[in-house]
T-cell receptor, first 112, second 117 residues
Framework: TQLLEQSPQFLSIQEGENLTVYCNSS?????LQWYRQEPGEGPVLLVT?????EVKKLKRLTFQFGDARKDSSLHITAAQTGDTGLYLC????????????FGQGTTLQVKP | GAVVSQHPSWVICKSGTSVKIECRSL??????MFWYRQFPKQSLMLMAT?????????EQGVEKDKFLINHASLTLSTLTVTSAHPEDSSFYIC?????????????FGPGTRLLVL
């Protein structure tokens, strides 16, 4: 069974601070996605990482896929109050099913 | 871009009644849609995979007679919560598999909040 362990589950920081969210597994994933979700809305895809060791940047967000494709991280530089939300990592499930395996999520609160 | 809508966005019902939630892909055809359930500040839990023209595939522990899924067209899947009870209160989210590109790419709907009294 493929599982994704996401940490931390809750994070409360001041505006301007940096943070990192981790997503770990003992299984290899062909790809991994990061989503951001606001209360009362559906998740919005931020990025998909596919290649081991891959690093992608989206403004102040940096995403990394581990060399072995078993883990990933999301780093936010100089967090802003608008970054507040639930961050979810999701790995591609068993082949040909199209399913996603979601981590537990990280609730981020950025205080002014 | 690909847009997925859900209707209604929220619903309040009495215990024992049935509630139908619609999931539509607005500008693309979706042969596969997924239904998720989410509790406050928790992650998404996959309930079932909805395949156009065939029976849905349910995840372990999800009662198929309780959560009826119908995917009658390439743009519409419905989830009916039968004989709803307060413990069925939750946020239900659907997604549609992207028509091209990576198989695991899904577009998510805005969710439906269900409150059973």
């Amino acid at each position: 069974t493929q599982l994704l362990e996401q940490s931390p589950q809750f994070l409360s920081i001041q505006e301007g601070e940096n943070l990192t969210v981790y997503c770990n597994s003992s299984s290899v994933f062909s790809s991994l996605q990061w989503y951001r979700q606001e209360p009362g809305e559906g998740p919005v895809l931020l990025v998909t990482v596919v290649t081991g060791g891959e690093v992608k940047k989206l403004k102040r967000l940096t995403f990394q896929f581990g060399d072995a494709r078993k883990d990933s991280s999301l780093h936010i530089t100089a967090a802003q109050t608008g970054d507040t939300g639930l961050y979810l990592c999701a790995g591609a499930g068993p082949s040909n099913t199209g399913k996603l395996i979601f981590g537990q999520g990280t609730t981020l609160q950025v205080k002014p | 871009g690909a847009v997925v809508s859900q209707h209604p966005s929220w619903v309040i019902c009495k215990s024992g009644t049935s509630v139908k939630i619609e999931c539509r892909s607005l500008d693309f055809q979706a042969t596969t849609m997924f239904w998720y359930r989410q509790f406050p500040k928790q992650s998404l839990m996959l309930m079932a995979t909805s395949n156009e023209g065939s029976k849905a595939t349910y995840e372990q522990g999800v009662e198929k007679d309780k959560f009826l899924i119908n995917h009658a067209s390439l743009t519409l899947s419905t989830l009916t919560v039968t004989s709803a009870h307060p413990e069925d209160s939750s946020f239900y989210i659907c997604s549609a598999r992207a028509p091209s590109g990576r198989m695991e790419t899904q577009y998510f709907g805005p969710g439906t909040r269900l409150l059973v009294l």
